[in-house]
């Protein structure tokens, strides 16, 4: 898990220095090795399809918003048996998944549903009188700030 990461993260580096933001979730990538695309050729074959998809974006804008509807409910039906495994007895981890996963269908952002699930399995930790770790701590204080700019600023 270390390995992927590091490679994760030295290949978000120079994206971020281009103004661009980087904003994945880095066990997509541990999630990918673990389906078995250890190679790196996955992203190849991915950044090549993503290449030619860009000929058929015209086309796209034909098709009327409404129609994508059903294809994202499949899609998000199938990342629901994802949760399967996630251990609902313990409250630590019940309440910020439950968090992520209704809150960004609602806001239509991945960055808000991963940033609450974030701060309140931050809260329930140190609620608990279990410390949680500086760099989960760290990020939660950042989603915090994140949060409270956009209330401040009526967005």
Avoid: H
Avoid at 32 to 54: C, D, I, K, M
Avoid at 100 to 128: E, H, M
């Amino acid at each position: 898990m270390g390995r992927i990461l590091m490679v994760d993260g030295a290949a978000r580096s120079p994206v971020a220095s281009r103004g661009s933001a980087p904003n994945t979730v880095f066990l997509e990538s541990a999630a990918s090795v673990g389906e078995g695309a250890r190679t790196g050729l996955a992203s190849v074959v991915t950044g090549g399809l993503f290449l030619v998809a860009l000929l058929f974006t015209p086309l796209a804008t034909v098709v009327p918003a409404q129609a994508a509807a059903p294809a994202l409910v499949v899609i998000g039906g199938l990342m629901m048996t994802q949760i399967r495994r996630t251990p609902w007895q313990d409250t630590d981890f019940t309440i910020p998944v439950f968090l992520t996963v209704s809150i960004i269908p609602f806001t239509y952002s991945i960055t808000n549903g991963i940033g609450a699930g974030l701060v309140s399995y931050v809260v329930l930790r140190i609620c608990k009188g279990r410390w949680p770790g500086w760099l989960m701590t760290g990020l939660a204080l950042l989603f915090a700030v994140y949060f409270g700019v956009d209330l401040i600023s009526g967005t």
